[in-house]
Nanobody, 126 residues
Framework: QVQLVESGGGLVQAGGSLRLSCAAS????????MGWFRQAPGKDREFVAA????????VYIDSVKGRFTISRDNAKNTVYLQMNSLKPEDTAVYYC???????????????????WGQGTQVTVSS
């Protein structure tokens, strides 16, 4: 069983920045692919970004490219999402996810993951 706990959400004005963190339990974190998803009110959950087990490959949805950066610290069992130039349309609950195979394809392509966090609210005011 893997537990994922997100933190770092909050209220920020448009143009501001936030950094989300996701702390994972377990000794195999360095072998997991990790991702971030979000769900806005009344909308389906959508993939945002993901990173492979080594950190050597990252992928983003087009709407956040150049503004968001996903990274990981395997020594701390933590994955991060640095969000800059935030827009009101970024408002959502953000979820951390883990793929035990270390890849990102299933998260990106099918929105599937083996484990999910509880989510953290991000609100961007205009």
């Amino acid at each position: 069983q893997v537990q994922l706990v997100e933190s770092g959400g909050g209220l920020v004005q448009a143009g501001g920045s936030l950094r989300l963190s996701c702390a994972a339990s377990g000794r195999a974190f360095s072998s997991y692919g990790m991702g971030w998803f979000r769900q806005a009110p009344g909308k389906d959950r959508e993939f945002v970004a993901a990173i492979t087990w080594s950190g050597g490959f990252t992928v983003y949805i087009d709407s956040v490219k150049g503004r968001f950066t996903i990274s990981r610290d395997n020594a701390k069992n933590t994955v991060y999402l640095q969000m800059n130039s935030l827009k009101p349309e970024d408002t959502a609950v953000y979820y951390c996810a883990a793929d035990l195979r270390g890849a990102v394809g299933a998260m990106r392509g099918q929105g599937r993951a083996d484990y999910w966090g509880q989510g953290t609210q991000v609100t961007v005011s205009s």
